[in-house]
Nanobody
């Protein structure tokens, strides 16, 4: 069973940048997908970025052009580079993994499809 641990969350002013990391213990297979989600208080968990074993990525409209998902397979680590942060980006950020997955750009990333989650890391953006 893969375990995921996120880090890198912080309190930051609008316009700044952060990089989140998610370290996976256990094997990530080539046909797995890894994704970043976020959840603000009182809101549903939102899929914001996903990557598959071929390196295909997809982003939600809310972060497209500002956030970049990447993975280091040798280190079993998933990253989320977040630039031009806005107060609306304030949320708990989670990474997740699912098996036998292929990313189709533009198709929403649904939390219900992912079975393994990290504990989350808090990002707070002030104006």
């Amino acid at each position: 069973q893969v375990q995921l641990v996120e880090s890198g969350g912080d309190s930051i002013q609008a316009g700044g940048s952060l990089r989140l990391s998610c370290v996976a213990s256990g094997y990530i297979y080539r046909d797995d997908c890894m994704a970043w989600f976020r959840q603000a208080p009182g809101k549903e968990r939102e899929g914001i970025a996903v990557i598959d074993g071929a390196g295909t990525t997809s982003y939600s409209d809310s972060v497209k052009g500002r956030f970049t998902i990447s993975q280091d397979n040798a280190e079993n680590t998933l990253y989320l580079q977040m630039n031009s942060l806005k107060p609306d980006d304030t949320a708990m950020y989670y990474c997740a993994v699912r098996s036998r997955c292929k990313v189709i750009p533009g198709v929403p990333t649904l939390a219900s499809a992912f079975r393994t989650w990290g504990q989350g890391t808090q990002v707070t953006v002030s104006s």
